[in-house]
């Protein structure tokens, strides 16, 4: 899910923030934020603020070595998107484990509220999952971005 990748380029550190920040005005739709310490992060412009959180996030750092400008970072859903969900995912196992430590063993399967927590928590994982895989078009188009900033032939995603 956490998919990373690492791409590299012969340019200097300036240069590769520098294009990043250019190849920005040409695609409207990608947010891009890069600080001094080289951090750089893609999101979606103007995504809908109701389901935003859903919307994939490119977390990355952009390193000088003596091979010349590596950029490592992973895709992820925003923070406060994966705090709900493991909220949501947190309380239901609190309340499963509730219920099992107030039951009586020879009742303990038979209460109706287990199977609710049960089925909250499948529904919340499903929510990612599902939105793990609508997000796939705008990953491919980060990732695109992201290729065309660095040289194709050195680079390699894992």
């Known amino acids: 899910m956490f998919q990373r990748i690492t791409l590299r380029s012969n340019k200097t550190k300036e240069q590769m ?3 990043i920040r250019l190849s920005a005005n040409r695609y409207v739709d990608i947010k891009t934020e890069i600080d001094d310490s080289g951090a750089l992060k893609l999101g979606r412009k103007n995504a809908p603020p109701v389901l935003s959180g859903f919307i994939p996030v490119f977390v990355g750092t952009i390193s000088s070595d003596e091979q010349g400008v590596a950029l490592r970072g992973y895709f992820r859903f925003h923070m406060l998107a994966i705090g709900l969900l493991m909220g949501f995912i947190g309380t239901s ?3 499963l484990l509730r219920i099992f430590a107030e039951s009586s063993s ?20 499903l929510v990612s999952i599902f939105a793990w895989m609508g ?24």
């Open 135 to 158: 997000g796939k078009p705008f990953r491919e188009h980060m990732r695109v971005f992201l290729l065309e900033n660095f040289n194709p032939q050195e680079n390699e995603s894992t």
């Open 17 to 19: 923030e520098d294009n």
């Open 106 to 125: 020879s009742g303990m399967f038979s209460d109706p509220r287990i199977l609710f927590e049960l089925q909250f928590s499948g529904i919340c994982v």
């Open 93 to 95: 196992l609190l309340n």
